[in-house]
């Protein structure tokens, strides 16, 4: 199982990025999904969180900036940025759990990370 993230890019302050996590191969859920970022010189944290009956939560620094949400056919989660601050720039990796239907016809459940994508918010 792969986790793709994707979206991240060079933005302009008040700025808007979406990112998205999805996952390939032959993935048929995904679960409780969690976008993280790191920043430079500092310790990951967590951003938002989207659970499998579609709460979320936010990290107060982004809370009123930023919405996540799910497609669960596509099996990707996205992540809305806006109003973005040159603090925001950080590498953003996503986090999830799901589930995998092996050539067997059996299932494993995981937990993967996402390679993380790159934001860059600056003038």
């Known amino acids: 199982v792969q986790l793709q993230a994707s979206g991240g890019g060079l933005v302009q302050p008040g700025g808007s990025l979406r990112l998205s996590c999805a996952a390939s191969?032959?993935?048929?859920?995904?679960?409780?999904v969690g976008w993280y970022r790191q920043a430079p010189g500092k310790q990951r944290e967590l951003v938002a969180t989207?659970?499998?009956?579609?709460?979320?939560s936010y990290a107060d620094s982004v809370k009123g900036r930023s919405s996540i949400s799910r497609d669960n056919t596509k099996k990707t989660v996205y992540l809305q940025l806006n109003s973005l601050k040159p603090e925001d720039t950080a590498v953003y990796y996503c986090n999830a759990d799901g589930l995998t239907l092996n050539m067997d016809d059996t299932y494993t459940a995981w937990r993967s990370w996402g390679q993380g994508t790159l934001v860059t918010v600056s003038s």
């Open positions: 989207i659970s499998t009956d579609g709460s979320t």
């Open positions: 191969g032959r993935t048929v859920r995904l679960n409780d």
